[in-house]
């Protein structure tokens, strides 16, 4: 496992999150993407218990993406199955394995502060933390994507499952978007990327 995470992750936090992996029960499956999650956890019907990760997350998000879902694990073993998948317990658990990697290390120095900012209060997914998920993706490799942000007003767009829409106005925090085949009215948050149609 260490040779595999060393593809994965910034090498200074190999050795901390392979001695949270040290257990008989869990196992961590790198899968191709899946666009609806960046990871998920399961606990499996043999007693044995599951973390799968995007293999196409660049190294900072793949990390924060395998301690979210090795604190669902944890959560898990040390509160039992009644508690809620991203409530407090979670949140606890989550904040003190994320604790000894903000580290300059381990992520650049533009990543900490926001970091530091996230885990007071982490989310089910970084993504909804805006700011957070456009730093992170900076690092992500090129593509043809635009963020929803950059879109401008009346221009349509496509989404990766092939819905086409028209680019509305701002609200407080996120765009409304008309989908073009239904006439329903959509938000979008700003970090959502898109393909803008010519």
């Known amino acids: 496992m260490q040779k595999t995470l060393q593809n994965f992750i910034p090498e200074a936090a190999v050795a901390y999150v392979v001695e949270l992996l040290n257990h008989d029960h869990l196992s961590v499956k790198i899968k191709s993407e899946r666009k609806t999650r960046h990871g998920d956890y399961r606990s499996l019907p043999n007693g044995k218990h599951q973390i799968t990760v995007n293999s196409n997350l660049n190294s900072y998000r793949f990390l924060i993406t395998l301690v979210h879902e090795i604190a669902h694990f944890e959560a898990y073993r040390n509160y039992g199955r009644a508690i809620k998948p991203h409530g407090k317990e979670w949140k606890y658990t989550f904040q003190h394995l994320m604790l000894p990697l903000l580290h300059p290390a381990i992520f650049p120095n533009e990543l900490l502060p926001l970091l530091a900012k996230h885990f007071k209060n982490p989310k089910a997914s970084s993504d909804t933390d805006v700011n957070l998920a456009l730093a992170l993706k900076q690092f992500d490799e090129a593509n043809n994507k ?22 509305g106005k701002r609200r407080t925090k996120r765009y409304e978007c008309l989908e073009l085949s239904t006439g329903k009215l959509y938000l979008f948050n700003p970090n959502a990327e898109v393909e803008v149609l010519a």
């Open 146 to 167: 635009t963020y929803i942000f950059e879109v401008p007003f009346g221009s349509q767009f496509k989404l990766y499952n092939g819905r086409v829409f028209k680019m």
